[in-house]
């Protein structure tokens, strides 16, 4: 746009502006080769924020340095699709920042309107519109995104403990094991299977309400027995898995969780299956779910070697270990 403004009759005039359009053609243009020879990954956040603030000086650097303030005037409508994006991934700080910039720029062009015409209604017209376009298209589309980030939660989400789905599982897994490769070197993953003992006779005593309520006290009661950056899932029915970054292979949360069913009031015990993997072992990108799903496999089969030793214990699976122990 800068680059046509400047072959247009109505661009900008002196040589200081057309000087200012090159530039600020060419910062766009070399950040959209930066951008796009990222294809790989995102910019980082502070590469974002730089990418922001440079497009809003531009912008407000073209508007300014337009002969005919209702064209510029006109351009200050691409401060909205910043607002925007920066509403999307960036602090309400930066937003701010962003629309006292477009709010500064259409206040200037709107007393030159005034001083070239005195059409004081049209220039107040023209506020009012850049006001509303400014204001409301970043609230649409953060109230679009929160409503879709609801639905997604809630899609997640097992409805009746509230843990993760299998696929979300695997998803918060990745998330965690990218969170801590790189600092925690030596660390381990541990995937722990949780499978209530004696379910079925609890259902058909007490009701299916009364197994409802038990699989609620489970949930909550891993939780709480949980390290805070954890991944815990419901596989189905009462079988539940959970993921843990440890420094030792060995996690106590195992053990911990155990002893939390144990002590509910519904009488539940659970027998409990480990697995461990060195951190550094794992896949990482797509390939994180087969190191997973390996591992899951490994703790299901400590799991039943532990219900077939009577429940309400932990077994931690060894490689030497066979199945049928």
């Known amino acids: 746009m800068p680059i046509l403004m400047i072959a247009s009759p109505a661009g900008p005039r002196s040589r200081s502006a057309a000087v200012a359009a090159l530039i600020v053609a060419i910062l766009i243009v070399a950040m959209a080769i930066a951008w796009t020879l990222r294809r790989t990954r995102r910019p980082s956040r502070v590469q974002s924020k730089m990418f922001s603030m440079i497009c809003t000086g531009s912008v407000a650097t073209m508007c300014l340095f337009q002969p005919q303030p209702l064209i510029g005037l006109l351009g200050c409508t691409a401060f909205a699709v910043l607002t925007t994006y920066i509403s999307i991934f960036h602090t309400a700080g930066y937003m701010l920042v962003n629309l006292a910039a477009g709010a500064g720029v259409a206040a200037v062009l709107a007393m030159r309107i005034v001083e070239s015409s005195g059409d004081v209604a049209l220039a ?41 789905n299998r696929r979300a599982f695997f998803r918060e897994v990745a998330t965690l094991l990218d969170g801590h490769r790189g600092a925690a070197a030596g660390g381990h993953v541990v995937v722990i299977m949780v499978d209530l003992d004696k379910f079925k006779a609890l259902n058909d005593r007490h009701g299916h309400a009364a197994g409802d309520r038990a699989l609620m006290l489970v949930a909550r009661a891993m939780q709480r ?5 954890s991944a815990l899932g419901r596989l189905g029915g009462e079988e539940f898995v959970i993921a843990v970054v440890s420094e030792e292979p060995d996690s106590p949360t195992a053990h911990r969780i155990r002893q939390a069913i144990a002590n509910l009031p519904m009488g539940v015990t659970a027998s409990v299956g480990t697995a461990t993997a060195a951190l550094d072992t794992m896949c990482a990108g797509p390939l ?15 799991m039943y070697r532990a219900k077939r030793s009577g429940g309400d214990r932990v077994a931690h699976h060894r490689p030497d270990t066979p199945d049928h122990a």
């Open 124 to 164: 107040v017209s023209a506020l009012i519109v850049l006001t509303a376009l400014n204001v409301a298209v970043p609230l649409a589309v953060q109230s679009l995104l929160r409503a879709l980030g609801m639905d997604l939660a809630v899609a997640e989400r097992d409805p009746l403990t509230g843990l993760l």
């Open 225 to 229: 027995s949980c390290p805070r950056e």
């Open 288 to 302: 994180v779910e087969r190191s997973l799903t390996a591992l899951i496999d490994d703790a299901d089969d400590a």
